[in-house]
């Protein structure tokens, strides 16, 4: 396959994307075994200096990407019947988890599928800004926004539930 034309034609659906989104900056990498076969950057990485997007230098937030790599592994250990992904998730914990605030049990399930009702914050902005990186431990521990209402019974996207369920 010629992998240059690929990138050719994705190029311009990519710069469209972007112009429509109003998306900054992407990298495309395309990987077949253990070889990167297309590579490309788009628009800037600093847009106050004009610096632009280099795909292998680039450093992008992973952001919701990370998900798939709490719940995977989850859903391995269910599998296993090492995780029951309908239990407390506090017999999983060695120590107490203040953010749970709401009566009732909150389960791995629930975490996985934001359905256990915590606020969304970033809790990636302390960590990405600041020189003082913490730990998920100390995130959840003194940082994590509590229950907002009983787990279970609504849907509200969070991105800490799944710092729990990485917990």
């Known amino acids: 396959m010629d992998w240059t034309s690929v990138g050719d034609q994705m190029s311009p659906v990519i710069v469209w994307r972007m112009a429509d989104d109003q998306i900054p900056d992407v990298v495309l990498v395309v990987v077949k075994g253990a070889r990167v076969v297309l590579s490309g950057g788009y628009g800037g ?74 606020d969304n914050t970033d809790i990636g902005d302390a960590a990405y800004h600041n020189a003082n990186v913490i730990t998920l431990v100390e995130y959840v521990s003194e940082r994590m926004i509590r229950q907002t209402s009983a787990p279970g019974h609504r849907f509200k996207y969070a991105n800490p539930g799944y710092a729990l369920a990485g917990r």
């Open 45 to 118: 990485a600093d847009i106050g200096t004009g610096r632009p997007v280099l795909p292998d230098q680039t450093r992008f937030r992973l952001a919701s990407l990370s998900k798939p790599f709490t719940a995977l592994p989850a859903a391995r250990l269910s599998d296993r019947g090492q995780l029951d992904l309908d239990a407390d998730i506090r017999q999983y914990l060695d120590d107490e988890i203040p953010v749970i605030a709401c009566p009732g049990s909150v389960t791995t399930r629930q975490l996985l599928t934001h359905t256990a009702v915590f």
